[in-house]
């Protein structure tokens, strides 16, 4: 039973475009949501979070959007950068929690 | 910042033999560490949690005896593979939060390539 999904496992995006991933969850218990972002052989890296009290949080080149009705968030990168190809993981969380449920994962590739 | 050391980084063994992976918080305590492990093209899957001075809470579907895990103090907690099959070639990842409750960020080694022959 697959609670966080990212139904693309890769994406293209030039650079300086816009790249939006994207992450579904099915359990409603979930609030409170992170990105992390993982290169090859190395452990994940913590980018973003937000909680299910806010729709948008924003941090430099990185925003996140929650839909609670949707049960859907994105995490937008503008502009986008070679450097931000990898791997991008959503993981959700709840109150009281210590472990995160993540997805599958989406695989980005930044094109010059 | 808050880090997160994981050694080895990468380990070959003979099937059989057994694994031992250490996971040490470098700049703060950590009470509770989690263990995970990723299949290629995979998510990320949790193994168990590990907690100072008790035993470890093991996910549904993990051999216990088979991934041992022993949190002996505030900083270090390790995982051992016993009896290794060619199965368990992995990426085997730690993390440790340095916050109390699940909304600090999990901060997370830099994982161990297990390839077992």
């Known amino acids: 039973d697959q609670q966080v999904k990212q139904n693309s496992p890769s994406l293209s995006v030039q650079e300086g475009r816009i790249s939006i991933l994207n992450c579904d969850y099915t359990n409603s218990m979930f609030d409170y949501f992170l990105w992390y972002k993982k290169y090859p052989a190395e452990g994940p890296t913590f980018l973003i979070s937000?909680?299910?009290?806010?729709d948008k949080n924003e941090d430099g080149r990185f925003t996140v959007f929650l839909n609670k009705s949707a049960k859907h968030l994105s995490l937008h990168i503008v502009p986008s950068q070679p450097g931000d190809s990898a791997v991008y993981f959503c993981?959700?969380?709840?109150?009281?929690?210590?472990?995160?449920?993540f997805g599958q994962g989406t695989r980005l590739t930044i094109n010059p | 910042g808050a880090v997160v050391s994981q050694h080895p980084s990468r380990v070959i063994c003979k099937s059989g033999t057994s694994v031992k992976i250490e996971c040490r918080s470098l700049d703060f305590q950590a009470t509770t560490m989690f263990w995970y492990r990723q299949f290629p093209k995979k998510s990320l899957m949790l193994m168990a949690t590990s907690n100072e001075g008790s035993k470890a809470t093991y996910e549904q579907g993990v051999e216990k005896d088979k991934f041992l895990i022993n949190h002996a103090s505030l900083t270090l907690s390790t995982l051992t593979v016993t009896s290794a099959h060619p199965e368990d070639s992995s990426f085997y990842i730690c993390?440790?939060?340095?916050?109390?409750?699940?909304?600090?960020?999990?901060?997370f080694g830099n994982g161990t390539r297990l390839t077992v022959t």
């Open positions: 937000i909680s299910s009290i806010k």
């Open positions: 993981a959700a969380t709840f109150q009281g929690a210590q472990k995160l449920v």
């Open positions: 993390s440790a939060r340095t916050g109390q409750g699940g909304y600090s960020p999990l901060h």
